[in-house]
Structures are given as structure tokens and as C-alpha cells.
């Protein structure tokens, strides 16, 4: 791996732990998504946000098997919806993820 992917993985891990960098993005997705004045995304605006991600990164859409197991260990309540800060770490977790593939 060369030294400049390496530089920039560490610039932009340092950044991914500044909550400035995240929270506009948190925030953006998750007021477009949520339903009227819920604090909470239900699974379906989830499932839309994510074939939404893997459209845009053009890759196959993924399993349900996988979006349900995502879901499952993000809802901590398993109310079968995801509060701000559990859609926070799907978003920090997903970065993270694309950050380790450069």
C-alpha cells in the first residue's frame, strides 16, 4: 500500500472520531427518511437508505438476510426501530468499513 493511501486513511480516521464530520450526514439522512416528526427511522426507510448507498457505490443490492442481521444488532431496544444515535453508528461503522477497503 502506498504511503499516500496510508496518509490519508489515518487523516481521515482522525477526522471520522470529530463528530462535526459525521453529524451532518446523520442528520441529513435521517430527518429526509424519518417519518413526519418520529425520532426513529422504522426498517423500511432503512432498507431504502441502504440499497441507497450500494446504488450510488454501484454495487448489488445486498441480501435481506444481510440488511436484517444490520438492523437486528443496531436496534438495541428491538422495537424494530432505530433511534439517531443507533442510525449514528450504522453511518460511523459503514465509513469505517469503506475507509478500511482504500
Not at 493511501?5 to 464530520?21: G, P, Q, S, Y
Not at 459525521?22 to 427511522?41: G, Q, S
Not at 426498517?43 to 431504502?48: E, G, R, W
Amino acid at each position: 500500500m502506498s504511503e499516500t493511501i496510508v496518509d490519508v486513511k489515518k487523516i481521515v480516521k482522525d477526522k471520522l472520531h470529530e463528530r462535526n464530520i459525521i453529524e451532518p450526514l446523520v442528520n441529513k439522512t435521517f430527518e429526509e427518511f424519518r417519518f413526519k416528526n418520529n425520532t426513529f427511522l422504522e426498517k423500511d426507510k432503512f432498507i431504502t437508505i441502504i440499497n441507497g448507498i450500494y446504488k450510488t457505490l454501484r454495487l448489488p443490492p445486498p441480501l435481506k438476510s444481510t440488511i436484517d442481521s444490520e438492523f437486528s444488532k443496531l436496534n438495541k431496544k428491538k422495537d424494530g426501530k432505530l433511534k439517531k444515535d443507533e442510525y449514528r453508528q450504522f453511518i460511523e461503522d459503514l465509513i469505517k468499513v469503506v475507509i478500511d477497503s482504500l
